[in-house]
């Protein structure tokens, strides 16, 4: 997907799971499921560990966003998506 369709995509909404998975939907009628499993591994998003934090998360229509500043932006979805 090209950097500038991104930019015009909006998140909808964020479903987490209890198998530590994220599913972003967009105003495009699109959605992406993300394994967080490894990322929960790193400094930056161990404190999703806690899985009433992870069970919490919110949009802004161009990031998901959690308690404490822990963010995804678009296109960093889009990068985890394609791995």
């Given at each position: 997907?090209?950097?500038?369709?991104?930019?015009?995509m909006?998140?909808?909404?964020?479903?987490?799971?209890?198998?530590?998975?994220?599913?972003?939907?967009?105003?495009?009628?699109?959605?992406?499921?993300?394994?967080?499993?490894?990322?929960?591994?790193?400094?930056?998003?161990?404190?999703?560990?806690?899985?009433?934090?992870?069970?919490?998360?919110?949009?802004?229509?161009?990031?998901i966003?959690?308690?404490?500043?822990?963010?995804?932006?678009?296109?960093?979805?889009?990068?985890?998506?394609?791995?």
């Amino acid at each position: 997907m090209e950097t500038k369709g991104m930019l015009k995509m909006k998140i909808l909404r964020v479903v987490p799971d209890n198998r530590q998975y994220i599913t972003a939907y967009f105003d495009n009628n699109h959605s992406i499921k993300i394994d967080m499993k490894d990322k929960l591994q790193t400094a930056r998003f161990s404190n999703l560990r806690n899985m009433e934090l992870f069970m919490a998360p919110k949009t802004d229509g161009r990031a998901i966003l959690w308690s404490g500043g822990i963010s995804i932006g678009i296109s960093e979805l889009m990068e985890m998506a394609s791995r």
